[in-house]
């Protein structure tokens, strides 16, 4: 078990770039999360995965947002466009899906700065 | 629509005072029930969950939350803080057909006078 990696750890762009960051999940973990965590709040839903078909993505979501995971292991996150209200931590979780519920393990999260 | 509240913003306690965070959900049905912690520069951490059977659980790091379903709390306590425990704790609630879908709370930030 070597956790789930994200890369970059942080990114600094200016407005109007695309960005993309990407999420290695445990390996055995078929369930790949997204959210996003701005100072002083709770991690916010983004989209989430089982293997590579995503079963929901929040409606609060810009299309500027996009993720793939393609063949079922790792994860990409792009933002198109990005605007300054876009900066905060990207946090990616994975979990292994079983009859108990879900325990997610979390990254260190992809710290973005959009100037 | 579901979604989690967490009354308290931030919280001091004394190291050796008992501790008490609170968490209230709202959700059409019993939802699958978390408490994570994160503390600086960690990432995330599953405290303890409620699915069902028994209203109290207990948790890694002397942590328990007690399940109410008449108050849709799910407040987490630990007898006796040490330092150690400053941190941001976030309740989180599991829904969906497969009670996959993980929301979280607020968070309250909890800080430890020595």
């Known amino acids: 078990d070597t956790g789930v990696s994200q890369d970059p750890r942080h990114k600094i762009t200016k407005r109007g770039q695309n960005v993309t960051f990407r999420c290695d999940p445990i390996?055995?973990?078929?369930?790949l999360y997204w959210y996003r965590q701005t100072l002083g709040q709770g991690p916010e839903f983004l989209t989430y995965?089982?293997?590579?078909?995503?079963?929901?993505k929040s409606r609060l979501l810009s299309d500027r947002f996009s993720a793939e995971r393609p063949k079922g292991s790792f994860s990409t996150l792009e933002i198109q466009r990005t605007e300054q209200g876009d900066s905060a931590m990207y946090l990616c979780?994975?979990?292994?899906?079983?009859?108990?519920?879900?325990?997610?393990?979390f990254g260190s999260g992809t710290q973005l700065s959009v100037l | 629509a579901q979604s989690v509240t967490q009354p308290d913003i931030h919280i001091t306690v004394s190291e050796g005072a008992s501790l008490e965070l609170r968490c209230n959900y709202s959700?059409?049905?019993?939802?699958?029930l978390f408490w994570y912690v994160q503390s600086p520069g960690q990432g995330l951490q599953l405290l303890l969950k409620y699915f069902s059977g028994d209203t109290l659980v207990q948790g890694i790091k002397g942590f328990e939350a007690e399940f109410k379903r008449s108050q849709s709390s799910f407040n987490l306590r630990k007898p006796s803080v040490h330092w150690s425990d400053a941190a941001e704790y976030f309740c989180a609630v599991g829904v969906g057909p497969s009670y996959d879908k993980v929301i979280f709370g607020p968070g309250t930030s909890l800080s430890v006078i020595p």
């Open positions: 995965f089982q293997n590579e078909a995503q079963l929901e």
């Open positions: 979780a994975s979990s292994l899906t079983g009859a108990q519920g879900e325990k997610l393990f």
């Open positions: 390996s055995e973990h078929n369930r």
């Open positions: 959700y059409g049905a019993t939802p699958y």
